[in-house]
Nanobody, 122 residues
Framework: QVQLVESGGGSVQPGGSLRLSCAASGSITSISVMSWYRQTPGKQRELVADFRDSGMRNYADSVRGRFTISRDFARHTVTLQMNSLTPDDTAVYYC????????????????WGQGTQVTVSS
């Protein structure tokens, strides 16, 4: 069973920073893509950033230059450093992993974490 557990959400004033972390567990040998999404009430979940096993990183236009995604391939973790936060960044942030290979050869797709709240307010 593959699970993702996030940590690091909270409240911060505009201009502040937060760091989100996500750890994948479950006899994992490799993960193709690890990403962060976010969602606000009444809106669709949107991609914030992703980090592929090729080393390629992708950012939403709204966060490029402010957020940085990083991965530890050996430990199966992904982090999101968020700087210069604005109220528009307020959302529940979700960790996502796709094509998760485990010992024995099985490959799991589309795993989500439980979400962590980020609130940016003065």
């Amino acid at each position: 069973q593959v699970q993702l557990v996030e940590s690091g959400g909270g409240s911060v004033q505009p201009g502040g920073s937060l760091r989100l972390s996500c750890a994948a567990s479950g006899s994992i040998t490799s993960i193709s893509v690890m990403s962060w999404y976010r969602q606000t009430p009444g809106k669709q979940r949107e991609l914030v950033a992703d980090f592929r096993d090729s080393g390629m990183r992708n950012y939403a236009d709204s966060v490029r230059g402010r957020f940085t995604i990083s991965r530890d391939f050996a430990r199966h973790t992904v982090t999101l450093q968020m700087n210069s936060l604005t109220p528009d960044d307020t959302a529940v942030y979700y960790c996502f992993a796709d094509r998760v290979r485990v010992y024995g050869g099985a490959v799991y797709g589309s795993r989500w974490g439980q979400g962590t709240q980020v609130t940016v307010s003065s």
